[in-house]
């Protein structure tokens, strides 16, 4: 009688602590939850650096850092997610993943600083050129890739036309319009490419209207024609 009533009492004391243990949810932390791929932009550290991390579904990065002296540091790899899925580590660095942010943590696990995720799919992407007035792009084995980047910080947009590169400022208006700023180009001659170049610099004079559409940016006077289409390549 006694071995089983301590059976009894087992059994329940076994059954209790069963009904205690709190079920985990897979679907509650940052990874599974939050829609947390996309490009996000800030300033970090005292020296207040701008710098622009990239973050890819794939668990792929890019980062931009971009010192106040001497040219940006870009690095690209592979996230490392903590067990929670609530930060990852990036380089040397570890982010708490929020919505639409990114907190930098410091050695006491305090934010240090934040990364806020950009909503216009314009800027901080490298666009590839593809298409001028109709015609398809192509470039040639020692020719550069005819590109140009809208960036965040000072909104001056960079590129290169396939054989010089050139930079100016942008100003971003309602209803998708842009005004673009004379840029400044190097005056270098090549071999090839120059067409294209000369081309695109028309596109820059004369654009007042940008269309993202997935990965395509289309520039074009109060939107007819597309004078210019680029395709969005990442991980530059």
């Known amino acids: 009688m006694k071995a089983i009533v301590g059976i009894f009492f087992g059994t329940l004391l076994l059954s209790c602590s069963t009904q205690q243990q709190p079920q985990v949810s897979t679907g509650d932390n940052s990874r599974n939850a939050l829609d947390w791929a996309g490009i996000y932009a800030g ?13 890819e579904e794939t668990d792929q990065y890019y980062s931009e850092y971009t010192p106040k002296e001497g040219k940006p540091a870009t690095a690209k790899g592979k996230l490392e997610w903590n067990e929670a899925g609530s930060a990852v580590k990036i380089g040397e ?7 639409n942010r990114l907190d930098l943590m410091s050695e006491g696990k305090q934010p240090a600083g934040m990364l806020v995720k950009l909503d216009n799919p314009l800027q901080e992407k490298y666009w590839k050129l593809t298409e001028l007035f109709g015609n398809p792009v192509t470039t040639a084995a020692a020719q550069r890739e005819a590109h140009i980047i809208f960036k965040t910080f000072e909104t001056r947009f960079y590129g290169n036309g396939g054989c010089n590169a050139f930079s100016g400022g942008y100003e971003l208006l309602e209803h998708g319009r842009i005004r673009l700023l004379p840029a400044i180009a190097t005056q270098m001659a090549c071999s090839s490419g120059m067409d294209t ?10 654009a007042d209207t940008y269309i993202v559409s997935g990965d395509t940016l289309v520039l074009t006077k109060a939107r007819m024609a597309p004078m210019a289409r680029f395709e969005a390549v990442y991980l530059r």
């Open 197 to 206: 170049e000369t081309r695109l610099h028309e596109v820059l004079q004369q």
């Open 43 to 55: 300033v970090l550290g005292s020296d207040s650096i701008p710098t622009v991390i990239h973050l």
């Open 93 to 99: 660095r570890t982010f708490r993943v929020g919505e």
